[in-house]
């Protein structure tokens, strides 16, 4: 599962009175690549999410993210010929964690979906989605299709950050759920349609204070786009994305109650060879062993993990590379969540990478997903 919408705004620019004309996800969607890289107008959320671990030529380390959300308004078209009535609001996070000197940068944007703002692209033209850059910083942020994988950039000149990143395909597409239908409650009533590359090659450049690296390494892509939102006992999630050495990947998500339980859990094993297992909450268990509080927002997050999934024989410690990669927005004054890079342990030794996301942490934090 995925991701933040955390766009606590959204409750706000809903209208009651068209909220059941919204798609729901449903388990026989009919896919259909490329197509379904682009947007899916009629669902309320919609996300493109990239993470990754990056090694610049002097052998810096960095994390980053980069993600597009679509933030529907309108399930329909209004009835009217101007391009600036918006159906969609556009959304855009962005992050570097330089892992050697122990810094984490956020920039993020939001507009309309309207001309000269931003929007979607529609299939079979290469760009996906594309917003203005933040204020002061000209430009664009962009994502595109290359044919085989994603195209991406941003540049936030007030954070003195930016970075353009092309991708490839190392494994093929899976879906995250039988036929990419991704439940997110035992009733089945909270759903999204969720797939991901967890092996994208990466190259490209990135700049933080003047500063460029040519850079390369491996990221993973989530897409996910349902309506449903959280069921009202859910505060957050926990969800992982990791990478082993051994070629495996391993998706997990929690969702917790208030007091700190899971409420619900699944998972993917990506296998060597692409294909997938699809696994419950009970077959594998996830301990917290370690806290970080933040000192901007005073949420407290898990810093460290065991992970066990016995029937894949991983016994892993998932640690962070850095405590505060926490992202803080300046536009919408109560979010904030924590993304960030992660190291995987093996009885003491390095066996892969990953990334963790984790949202309602600390007050007035719950996601509006």
Do not use: C
Not at 144 to 160: C, L, P, T
Not at 327 to 335: F, K
């Amino acid at each position: 599962m995925k991701r933040v919408l955390i766009a606590l705004l959204i409750l706000g620019v809903l209208n009651p009175a068209v909220a059941n004309d919204w798609k729901a996800a449903q388990p026989d969607y009919a896919w259909s690549f490329p197509r379904d890289h682009w947007a899916h107008a009629g669902y309320k959320t919609e996300w493109w999410y990239f993470t990754g671990h990056l090694t610049a030529e002097d052998g810096r380390r960095f994390g980053y993210q980069f993600t597009f959300f679509r933030i529907g308004v309108l399930p329909t078209a209004p009835d009217t010929d101007s391009a600036w009535t918006a159906r969609d609001l556009i959304m855009g996070h962005a992050a570097v964690s330089d892992l050697d000197r122990n810094e984490h940068r956020f920039s993020e944007v939001i507009y309309r979906a309207v001309p000269l703002l931003g929007g979607f692209g529609a299939w079979p033209e290469p760009l996906i989605a594309w917003s203005r850059g933040p204020a002061g910083t000209p430009g664009k942020w962009r994502l595109s299709w290359n044919g085989s994988g994603f195209d991406f950039e941003m540049r936030d000149d007030a954070q003195a950050m930016s970075f353009s990143l092309s991708t490839r395909p190392v494994k093929p597409l899976v879906f995250q759920g039988p036929n990419g239908y991704s439940r997110k409650t035992q009733s089945g009533t909270g759903a999204s349609l969720y797939y991901s590359f967890t092996r994208l090659q990466t190259s490209g450049q990135l700049s933080l204070d003047g500063q460029t690296w040519q850079v390369a390494g491996e990221s993973w892509m989530d897409k996910e786009f349902f309506t449903s939102v959280l069921a009202p006992h859910q505060l957050g999630w926990d969800w992982f994305s990791l990478q082993l050495d051994d070629r495996r990947e391993v998706m997990l998500f929690l969702l917790r109650r208030e007091d700190g339980t899971t409420d619900f859990a699944s998972g993917t094993i990506v296998h060597p060879d692409g294909s997938t297992t699809y696994i419950d909450g009970s077959a594998f268990a996830v301990t917290s062993q370690a806290r970080w509080q933040s000192p901007r927002t005073e949420g407290v997050y898990p810093s460290r993990w065991r992970l066990s999934i016995p029937q894949e024989q991983l016994d892993l410690k998932v640690v962070v590379e850095l405590a505060d990669q926490e992202n803080r927005s300046r536009l919408i004054g109560t979010l904030h969540y924590w993304e960030g890079a992660v190291k995987l342990l093996w009885d003491g030794l390095s066996v892969g990478k990953g990334y963790v996301e984790l949202t309602g942490y600390g007050t007035s934090s719950r996601p509006a997903l």
